[in-house]
């Protein structure tokens, strides 16, 4: 069975702090994103990956980074969390199939809700 | 610019009822992939359904069925003989060719009583 496993599902940090949000997929998948949910705001793409050390913006990428050293793992920062970054976390993948073909189906993890106080 | 939208925000039906989910995409590719997910309360997004801007097609899967029109740009999702287990948040989402990320919409919140 596929799997997108993050690392937190529950975090309390405090405004200031640099926190570190982990993702792990098992299914050889090449491509990795980040989006953060919020009520009224639907899904929005944070960071993605296409590769290892490959990482473009997305729609909003201010006020993290991310890192992908090893292709099942992608690591988003939060260098100094602000209480605007309270959110719910969701990491997800998808595969490259061959000739380079994109469909785009994605693959979840459970999220990680992360405040900010 | 691809743009998602989701103009039902919340809908509530009684068990047993027909629901249609409403979903009006914009884009400027020809070739495109449109998506629903569905987000139970435990949270995980399941993907529910994938289709391509060449397939208008209509799809149905046992309760489930997806009528895309790209005359319209629409791709609605309808849920005959709704159960409770249907109560969920559905997102609609737009995947261009030549990009990697999904641009999903607001979601709609179902919410099915017995």
């Known amino acids: 069975d596929v799997k997108v496993t993050q690392s937190s599902r529950y975090l309390v940090k405090r405004t200031g702090e640099k926190v570190f949000l982990e993702c792990v997929q098992d299914?050889?998948?090449?491509?990795m994103f980040w989006y953060r949910q919020d009520p009224g705001l639907g899904l929005r793409l944070i960071y993605f990956s296409y590769d290892v050390k490959m990482k473009e913006k997305g729609d909003i990428p201010e006020g993290y980074s991310v890192s992908r050293e090893k292709k099942e793992r992608f690591s988003l920062i939060l260098e100094s969390a602000s209480t605007n970054q309270t959110s719910m976390y969701l990491c997800?993948?998808?595969?490259?199939?061959?000739?380079?073909?994109?469909?785009?189906?994605?693959?979840f993890g459970e999220g990680s809700r992360l405040t900010v106080l | 610019a691809q743009k998602v939208t989701q103009a039902q925000t919340e809908i509530s039906v009684v068990e047993k009822e027909d629901v249609t989910l409403d979903c009006v995409y914009e884009t400027r590719d020809t070739t495109y992939y449109l998506f629903w997910y569905k987000q139970p309360p435990s949270g995980e997004l399941v993907f529910l359904i994938r289709r391509n801007s060449f397939d208008e097609q209509n799809e149905i899967s046992g309760r489930y069925s997806w009528n895309f029109q790209k005359s319209t740009s629409s791709f609605n999702f309808t849920i005959t003989a709704s159960q409770v287990v249907d109560s969920a948040v559905y997102f609609c989402?737009?995947?261009?060719?030549?990009?990697?990320?999904?641009?999903f919409g607001k979601g709609t919140s179902l919410l099915v009583t017995p």
């Open positions: 997800a993948s998808s595969p490259l199939l061959g000739a380079g073909v994109n469909t785009g189906e994605l693959f």
């Open positions: 989402a737009l995947s261009p060719n030549s990009g990697y990320a999904l641009n």
């Open positions: 299914m050889d998948h090449e491509n």
